[in-house]
């Protein structure tokens, strides 16, 4: 279960919408899995069906989050033109199984969020 406050969710469609039509990507950064803070971060593959993080800003958010006694808890991006589920390309990255992946879907505006362990993907309670 990760949860993510009614804020960080209208941040997300907001940089989801700002992004469009390409995908929009960053972290979500908070404590015991309540997410308190988002990280809006760089598409440097600016395609509409994937996305990669610049290393350089990466290391920015992660020392940001770090200083404030925060934690990675998922990273968000956006699928603006499929469902909010995991693309077989978005499994394939997930290499930590720790990590919460979140999908914000432009095309009916729906949030879900899932972890993905030994390339099985399972879905997680958003609360
Ligand atoms: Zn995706």
């Known amino acids: 279960m990760i949860i993510i406050p009614k804020n960080i969710i209208q941040e ?10 390409l995908e929009a990507c960053g972290y979500l950064a ?6 308190v803070e988002i ?9 509409e ?5 610049d290393p350089k800003e990466q290391f920015g958010v992660i020392k940001s989050a770090r200083g404030k006694g925060q934690e990675l808890i998922a990273v968000y991006h956006s699928h603006p033109a499929s469902p909010a589920r995991l ?12 990590t919460v992946y979140v999908i914000y879907s432009l095309l009916d505006n729906k949030l879900k969020a899932f972890k ?12």
């Open 12 to 21: 997300i469609a907001k940089h989801a919408k700002e992004g469009s039509p």
């Open 87 to 98: 693309s077989e390309e978005d499994v394939r990255l997930a290499h930590d199984p720790d």
């Open 49 to 53: 069906e994937h996305f990669s993080f």
């Open 39 to 47: 990280f809006r971060m760089t598409n440097l593959d600016k395609s």
């Open 116 to 127: 993905v362990v030994d390339k099985k993907i399972v879905e997680e309670e958003i609360g």
């Open 30 to 35: 908070g404590k015991d899995g309540e997410v």
